[in-house]
Every structure is written in C-alpha cells, then in structure tokens.
T-cell receptor, first 115, second 112 residues
Framework: GAVVSQHPSWVICKSGTSVKIECRSL??????MFWYRQFPKQSLMLMAT?????????EQGVEKDKFLINHASLTLSTLTVTSAHPEDSSFYIC???????????FGEGSRLTVL | AQSVAQPEDQVNVAEGNPLTVKCTYS??????LFWYVQYPNRGLQFLLK??????LVKGSYGFEAEFNKSQTSFHLKKPSALVSDSALYFC??????????FGKGTRLSVIA
C-alpha cells in the first residue's frame, strides 16, 4: 500500500527554537496534504489543509504565523513550529490524498516535546 | 458542519467475545465513513471504509462495520476479540472532498 513518511518521529527542543516536520508521500503524488494535532488521550484536530503550490488553508483558531506550512512539491509538505513553547508539545500527524485514487493515507506521526 | 460522535470513551470485552464500538455521524450530503486504529505513539492505520454499495463493510483484521442511514450510524464490530485488538479506535466522516472529521476515539481493552 501507499506510504506516507514523517520525519522526525520524535523531537525534543528548547523553548524559543523552531522545529520543522516533514511529510512525504513515498510512492504516490499528493496535491493535498492535511496536518492534524493530537493531544494526549484526545482526538485528531485538523490544523490546516496544504495544497501543492498554493497557500495552506488554516482551521479557525490555528495561528498561521506560528505553524508555517509549505507544500512545495507533489510529494512533500512541511510543518514548521516557530518559536516553540511547551504548550506546543503534541503529536502531529499528516495525511496525504493520492492524486490517482483519491484515497487518504496517514503518516506515523511526529511527537514534539518542547522543554 | 460535519461531526462524529463516539459515545463510549472505553470499551472492555473479554477475549473471544464479540465487540462493538459505536459511532454516529452528522453530515450534509452523502457520507464517506472510515474507521482507523491507533496504537501508542503511532499514526493511524486504516481499517475499513464505506463509500457506497453494500451496507456491511468488511475490513482488516476481521473487523466489519454496518452503515445504517436511518440511524446515521457506522458501528465497528468483530465477532471474536483478540487481546492484540486493544488500541484506540477512531471513526471519521467526510463528504465529497472535505477534510476528514474524527470522533474523539474509543479505547478498546480486550482482557484475556
């Protein structure tokens, strides 16, 4: 089946630094990728929809200057958490929609811990 | 607006017994319904989906779900639970090309 790779799987950073998380579709092209955030023991909350070659669409309440999303190619979207703070610690999951089948595939997630 | 309700935070079942994880949804238009499973510190694994056709959908690992339009439900079932089925289960819905909306999740615990 189709694979979506997220990197890094785990990241620990100091407060005030920026962290970039990559989401790659390994064997298919994706014009649309989605970024979710999951708090402990809670559901996935959609943060933004990322479309290749255009600006991301952010959900209400998500700071676009805080969570920078870039979808520069049909196989890569990146989420940069700028000036991270401890409250940004969370599990971030991306998903990619296949151009061919329209199916949605999920990455394994990236756990961010901000000290 | 789309929404998904998973009324149970936790479901406990003995190994070998049948299990049901409940899900109801609200959506304008035709629903596309999904079940995913999540193990600790892992992403989501697809179990099954309903798009159209037969209301009974069979998926991975022996799971199945029944789409009930009148009750707007899509309950997940398995005839005989395994300890390895213990995980967090999410129901999700979308309509057309809208993003997936997830339920809050139900933690399944299968006891040997």
């Amino acid at each position: 089946g189709a694979v979506v790779s997220q990197h890094p799987s785990w990241v620990i950073c100091k407060s005030g630094t920026s962290v970039k998380i990559e989401c790659r579709s390994l064997d298919f092209q994706a014009t649309t990728m989605f970024w979710y955030r999951q708090f402990p023991k809670q559901s996935l909350m959609l943060m933004a929809t990322s479309n290749e070659g255009s600006k991301a669409t952010y959900e209400q309440g998500v700071e676009k200057d805080k969570f920078l999303i870039n979808h520069a190619s049909l196989t890569l979207s990146t989420l940069t958490v700028t000036s991270a703070h401890p409250e940004d610690s969370s599990f971030y999951i991306c998903s990619a929609r296949s151009m061919g089948s329209g199916e949605l595939f999920f990455g394994e997630g990236s756990r961010l811990t901000v000290l | 607006a789309q929404s998904v309700a998973q009324p149970e935070d936790q479901v406990n079942v003995a190994e070998g017994n049948p299990l049901t994880v409940k899900c109801t949804y609200s959506v304008s238009g035709n629903p596309y319904l999904f079940w995913y499973v999540q193990y600790p510190n892992r992403g989501l694994q697809f179990l099954l989906k309903y798009i159209t056709g037969d209301n009974l959908v069979k998926g991975s690992y022996g799971f199945e779900a029944e789409f009930n339009k009148s009750q707007t439900s899509f309950h997940l079932k398995k005839p005989s639970a395994l300890v390895s089925d213990s995980a967090l289960y999410f129901c999700a819905v979308r309509s057309g090309n809208t993003p997936l909306v997830f339920g809050k999740g139900t933690r399944l615990s299968v006891i040997a």
